[in-house]
């Protein structure tokens, strides 16, 4: 028979995995609401939403079924020179939710390409009004924009990606938030325009939240600079909203929480609730107007599966689950059990901190305890976690009741009390 592991193991990449020592993998049959069903019978709580996307819950029938009535009638037609009504229905759905002004609407194809495609606009906006040497980015240290070359070369130049500095161009980098006070951080932002202004296109951050490489929040006034700082050196702000958007941060834009509008936001992961990829760039009619006014008029950029009928109707129908219950308070309730159920593990000896914020919950770990001990603890629990760097985290489908947040924080708290494992633990080090 068909060993379906077997060949996994010798055959498969997996996400950061290596194919000599290859991670354990759980094979996984079907999945629904909070639980993934593995193919022996048990079932496992998804504590991180599979990568952050689950917002509503597996299989959602409203999702599911919009998927399966668009496939009966056009799973896929070129979007040159054609459009359909699961694109337009959800561009007018993600705009009327957008940010004032922000209406401009670039279907790509999963969260890097979103990124990779704000860049250009940036790029193509600058060189539209004659200044064609601005072809930079600004970034904050400590940020996660995406696996991509454009996306890697954004992201923390001392994270994940350091491997391949020698392919990748370089941008500009401020320090993380919260490392200088905010004054010596300030200074820092206003040196580098001042020095750099003329080569900087525009500034990229995940508002409030940077997650995949620091799960670090921070606070609205360095959103509030930025923009300030964009303003006056007419530079592109793009916030990349794929994971702290759509109520992961507790509003439905974490730059809300900021009253900070950016010119381009990016928005994936929970867009199609999980179902299935699909992001978007959302652009002001500002930076739209520029761009179709340079040379050339056409914003050049078009992947081939671009605004997938299917993608767009689960994008379509997970909006349409956003609009009709009220998650902001949801999440406020996912917040503040984590909060409370979170904090006293402040005390255990390997935790060096506690931090939630709308449906996050991190625990900054010394070090993280050895696989074997991971594993054990997602067994003997049913919670499916995947820390990684020195996080243990939850990040959990948005409809998680608190029950089920009660066994996720048990089997956190069991993982914390482990002992830490070895210096530099081989494997998994990405989200
Ligand atoms: C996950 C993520 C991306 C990349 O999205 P993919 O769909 O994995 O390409 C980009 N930016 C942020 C903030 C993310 O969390």
């Not at 709580?45 to 919009?66: F, K, L, M, Q, R």
């Not at 957008?98 to 279907?107: R, S």
Request: hydrophobic share 45%; proline share 6%; aromatic share 8%.
């Amino acid at each position: 028979m068909f060993d379906i592991l077997e060949y996994d193991r010798r055959n498969i990449w997996h996400p950061y995995a290596s194919l000599k020592n290859p991670p354990p993998v759980r094979f996984a049959s079907s999945a629904s609401g909070l639980e993934i069903t593995l193919a022996d019978g048990r079932r496992l709580i998804d504590a991180v939403s599979s990568w952050w996307c689950v917002a509503h819950g597996h299989n959602h029938p409203a999702i599911t079924e919009a998927i399966r009535a668009q496939a009966s009638r056009m799973c896929h037609v070129m979007f040159g020179g054609f459009t359909h009504s699961p694109a337009a229905e959800l561009a007018q759905k993600l705009a009327a939710i957008c940010p004032a002004g922000l209406d401009k609407v670039f279907f790509a194809d999963s969260g890097s390409i979103a990124v990779e495609v704000a860049v250009k606009m940036a790029t193509q906006y600058q060189h539209a009004k004659g200044r064609a040497k601005r072809t930079k980015m600004l970034s904050l240290k400590g940020g996660y924009h995406g696996d991509t070359a454009c996306a890697m070369a954004l992201s923390d130049p001392d994270g994940m990606h350091v491997l391949f500095a020698g392919m990748m161009p370089r941008h500009f980098f401020v320090s993380k938030p919260g490392v200088l006070p905010f004054d010596a951080w300030l200074a820092e932002l206003d040196r580098m325009f001042a020095e750099h202004g003329d080569e900087i296109a525009g500034v990229i951050c995940e508002p409030m939240f940077q997650a995949a490489n620091a799960m670090n929040f921070y606070d609205g006034e360095y959103l509030r600079a930025l923009r300030k700082v964009c303003d006056e050196h007419d530079a592109v702000l793009v916030f990349d909203e794929i994971a702290s958007g759509l109520y992961r941060t507790g509003t439905r834009w974490a730059a809300q929480q900021a009253n900070v509008v950016p010119d381009v936001m990016t928005v994936g992961k929970a867009l199609t609730g999980g179902h299935i990829t699909l992001a978007a760039t959302v652009a002001s009619s500002r930076v739209a107007e520029t761009i179709s006014c340079g040379s050339p008029s056409a914003f050049m950029h078009g992947p081939t599966y671009m605004a997938n009928p299917l993608a767009c109707a689960a994008g379509c129908a997970s909006l349409d689950l956003f609009a009709s219950s009220d998650y902001a308070s949801n999440v406020a309730r996912i917040e503040r059990y984590l909060r409370a159920s979170l904090e006293p593990l402040r005390a255990l000896e390997n935790v060096t901190d506690v931090r939630v914020k709308g449906a996050v919950g991190v625990l900054e770990m010394r070090r993280l305890p050895d696989c074997a001990d991971i594993e054990r603890v997602i067994d003997r629990h049913n919670v499916w976690l995947r820390p990684f760097a020195n996080y243990i985290y939850t990040m959990p489908p948005l409809v998680t009741d608190d029950a089920a947040l009660g066994r996720i924080v048990e089997a956190m708290a069991d993982l914390a009390a482990c002992p830490p494992g070895p210096e530099a633990a081989d494997g998994d080090f990405h989200e």
